[in-house]
Antibody, heavy 117, light 107 residues
Framework: EVQLVESGGGLVQPGRSLKLSCLASGFTFSNYGMNWIRQAPGKGLEWVAS????????YYADTVKGRFTISRDNAKNTLYLQMTSLRSEDTALYYCARWYPRYFDYWGQGVMVTVSS | DIQMTQSPSSLPASLGERVTISCRASQGISNNLNWYQQKPDGTIKPLIY???NLQSGVPSRFSGSGSGTDYSLTISSLEPEDFAMYYCQQDASFPPTFGGGTKLELK
């Protein structure tokens, strides 16, 4: 059974940093591109970042470019999102999602990040 | 970026009713349109990919159609577990973008 379990969320002050993790199981992690997608409270879904299976290709939404870094450790079956210079508008539920060609076929349960002083 | 507009944003409906949710893209997306369901506990799963392909395990009461800029998701006969949020998403052009969502609620 495919499982994606996010961790690392919490309350953080504006301008500080936080690192999210997503532990994958039930499939060959190194074969799939992975993504972070977020949902602000009461809002819709927003794609944040993507990384290819071997980390050769990495993409970011304009809203996080230069502040967030996506990475992965295929030996540990883990996806990461390093978030720096956090702003109140980054407050959201962050999901990791597997990329099956052309759509997101498995999603984690999400981890909450709250940016507030 | 391609903008995705869903309608309605809220859809009151009854058990057994047939409902349709619409999604319009700001430009043609050549059937690269996916649908997702989000339950109140936050769980998200894909329903339909590439306009009309049913994801494995999804009941056949769900169907998708469309072309060009206009797409739709239809549920033929509502079951209690179908009351949830629904999102469309385009994959024709980077970055992937989502519609604003449709809340399907019990009338």
């Amino acid at each position: 059974e495919v499982q994606l379990v996010e961790s690392g969320g919490g309350l953080v002050q504006p301008g500080r940093s936080l690192k999210l993790s997503c532990l994958a199981s039930g499939f060959t992690f190194s074969n799939y591109g992975m993504n972070w997608i977020r949902q602000a409270p009461g809002k819709g879904l927003e794609w944040v970042a993507s990384i290819s299976s071997s980390s050769s290709y990495i993409y970011y939404a304009d809203t996080v470019k230069g502040r967030f870094t996506i990475s992965r450790d295929n030996a540990k079956n883990t996806l990461y999102l390093q978030m720096t210079s956090l702003r109140s508008e980054d407050t959201a539920l962050y999901y990791c999602a597997r990329w099956y060609p052309r759509y997101f076929d498995y999603w984690g349960q999400g981890v909450m990040v709250t940016v507030s002083s | 970026d391609i903008q995705m507009t869903q309608s309605p944003s809220s859809l009151p409906a009854s058990l057994g009713e047939r409902v349709t949710i619409s999604c319009r893209a700001s430009q043609g997306i050549s059937n690269n349109l996916n649908w997702y369901q989000q339950k109140p506990d936050g769980t998200i799963k894909p329903l339909i990919y590439y306009t009309s392909n049913l994801q494995s395990g999804v009941p056949s009461r769900f169907s998708g159609s469309g072309s060009g800029t206009d797409y739709s998701l239809t549920i033929s006969s509502l079951e209690p577990e179908d009351f949830a949020m629904y999102y469309c998403q385009q994959d024709a052009s980077f970055p992937p973008t989502f519609g604003g969502g449709t809340k399907l609620e019990l009338k």
